[in-house]
């Protein structure tokens, strides 16, 4: 079953963080770069707060 709207969901202690996305979104960001969907999904939850722990990645 595939489906048309996805909800990405990280849970921290008591706190969720939560992103949706449409399979068109998805399909987009995969066919742009392979690394670009994990790329939205990191930033958009660090826009929420998400403490995201980065060592030695180089932001281009």
């Known amino acids: ?7 990405f969901m990280v849970k921290n202690g008591i706190r969720y963080y939560e992103m949706n ?3 068109y979104e998805i399909e987009s960001l995969k066919n742009h ?20 722990f980065e060592v030695g990645i180089t932001w281009v």
């Open 1 to 7: 079953m595939k489906f048309k709207n996805y909800v």
């Open 21 to 23: 996305l449409s399979e």
């Open 33 to 52: 770069n392979p690394y670009a969907l994990d790329w939205e999904i990191w930033l958009e939850l660090k826009k929420q707060g998400l403490v995201v």
